[in-house]
């Protein structure tokens, strides 16, 4: 049923926020993270929210938040002027007809106009995806300080303020030696019902990998995600892995997540919602991890307060998340984006109830961190 209302603004902006500290990750350290948001009005009274987000610049992948705002500002805003808001699936459809790839910008333009077709109907943006499982979710904390005493007390803090117990640590950076160290003095010190994984981002060799693999599953370490880059490499990883391997780098959308389940690569996928062009690419994701009996975890890309919820309303309605999921970027934040903060309490995530994201952007922090801004409008004549 279409309402009528019509896209009649898109704008974008950047903001820059710092980090509570610099998080070191393989290929890069980040002392601050920079989202590119959009906020999309419609013709009668609604608008929507989304946002692009990405690690280190072009560090992690082909996109940078300037280029999805370029994207955007020239490619799809014009495009979608005037289109009908309510059909959410027909301009993305009219979007990846015309723009190719560019996953990063086109999740932060499908989110906004599902943000806005939520708020629209009065419902959460989990409703329009299949519906709720539940309210809140289990968030796993990045422990990246680069330096062993520091990430344990961090550790240490994060389980007596009950905020996390899961935690991935980033590794790849230093020799396999000196990273199994790392990991097996975190593990120790902390109790038995904390959990730790690790993060390679695709540093390690294949011969490399199989050996740290075994020396980190001695160690304690349940979960070693992306270890190698490509397909096969990880399949035949995992072919004898003595623990859960886990795919990140290699999903780009549900056709690249056909080919990793047909070769078994990685007994755990890491949903991002960017990673793979929106939530609905993101939802096929899930679905051929499902038929393939590979196990989901909520992944991030470090993303601000919108994309967090993005895709925590998506993870709200996965039918089994027993890896839970890390979304803690609004964390990582020395500053607070939202007029209502979101709530992380015993370990997990409480998902907004409210209409749409359930969000609402602080005006004056926006303000405050916003580097430039561009706005695509069009003006509707009346009809009738
Ligand atoms: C990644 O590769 O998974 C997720 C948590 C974190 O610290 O970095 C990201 C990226
Ligand atoms: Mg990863």
Known sequence: MSSGARIVEIETLLLDVPTIRPHRLSMVTMSGQTMMVVRLRCSDEFSGLGEGTTIGGLAYGSESPESMKLTIDRYIAPLLMGADATRVGLAMDKVNTAVKGNHFAKCAVETALLDAQARRLGLPLSELLGGRRRDSLPVAWTLASGDTAKDIEEAQRMLETRRHKDFKLKIGRRPINEDVAHVAAVRKALPDFAS?????????????????????????????????????????????????????????????????????????????????????????????????????????????????????????????????????????????????????????????????????????????????????????????
């Open 196 to 384: 730790v994984r690790v993060d390679v981002n695709m540093a390690w060799r294949e011969r490399e990998a199989a050996n740290g693999i075994a020396a980190l599953g001695d160690a304690g370490c349940v979960l070693v995600e992306q270890p190698v880059p490509g397909v096969e490499p990880l399949a035949r990883l995992q072919a004898k892995a003595g623990i859960a391997l886990m795919a990140d780098e290699i999903l780009t959308g549900p056709e690249s997540a056909l080919t990793a389940a047909s070769k078994l690569a990685g007994d755990v996928f890491s949903i991002k919602i960017e990673q793979a062009g929106g939530l609905f690419s993101a939802a096929k994701v899930i679905s051929v991890a499902e038929a393939a009996d590979i196990a989901v975890y909520g992944g991030t890309m470090l993303e601000g307060p919108i994309g967090t919820i993005a895709a925590a309303q998506l993870f709200s309605g996965v039918r089994s998340l027993e890896w839970g999921t890390e979304l803690f970027g609004p964390l990582l934040l020395t500053e607070e984006l939202l007029t209502e903060p979101l709530v992380y309490a015993d370990f997990e995530l409480k998902v907004p109830t409210g209409p749409g994201l359930g969000i609402q952007l602080h005006e004056a922090a926006v303000n405050r961190f916003r580097r430039d801004r561009t706005s695509t409008s069009t003006t509707l004549k009346a009809v009738g």
